[in-house]
């Protein structure tokens, strides 16, 4: 084990993949069964995505508090599977804006009308540039 990968680094990656866990599995399980509201919408691929990206996390919070590196293996699955269908969504978002541009579409996208994936993307963040400096910091 590296030094820079300590039980209390180890500790602070699993917090934070458990709350992303914890929150893309919520998600996911209300756009599979129905959505809520307008702020989630219902659709049953984007809540398999993220049930299966909440599965990565999940899976790591063990090894990542333990110190090991199957943990953060898991962890980082997840962080691109967040980074992946976040900006997709994004991606889809701009493509709306540019609709409305166009003259194509009615109404202009609000910041609101963004997915649930986009805010776990921003959620996943501050985890995510802490493991990148934990691997910039290892020796391969």
């Known amino acids: 084990m590296d030094a820079d990968y300590s039980k209390e680094t180890g500790r602070i990656l699993g917090i934070g993949?458990?709350?992303l866990g914890a929150a893309a599995l919520a998600v996911g399980l209300l756009e599979i069964f129905g959505g809520w509201g307008g702020a989630i919408p219902e659709d049953q691929f984007g809540g398999l995505v993220l049930m299966v990206t909440?599965?990565?996390y999940l899976l790591g919070v063990k090894?990542?508090?333990s110190g090991r590196y199957?943990?953060?293996s898991?962890?980082?699955g997840g962080l691109f599977l967040t980074?992946?269908?976040g900006v997709l969504y994004?991606?889809?978002a701009g493509a709306e804006a540019?609709?409305?541009l166009l003259g194509e579409a009615e109404a202009f996208p609000g910041i609101f009308d963004l997915r649930p994936e986009f805010w776990i993307f921003l959620l996943s963040l501050p985890l995510a540039r802490r493991v990148r400096r934990l691997l910039a910091g290892m020796a391969w």
């Open 74 to 76: 898991f962890i980082v």
């Open 54 to 56: 909440a599965a990565a």
């Open 63 to 65: 090894g990542a508090v």
């Open 70 to 72: 199957e943990g953060l």
């Open 83 to 85: 980074a992946v269908f």
């Open 90 to 92: 994004l991606l889809t």
């Open 98 to 100: 540019l609709m409305y």
């Open 17 to 19: 993949a458990s709350i």
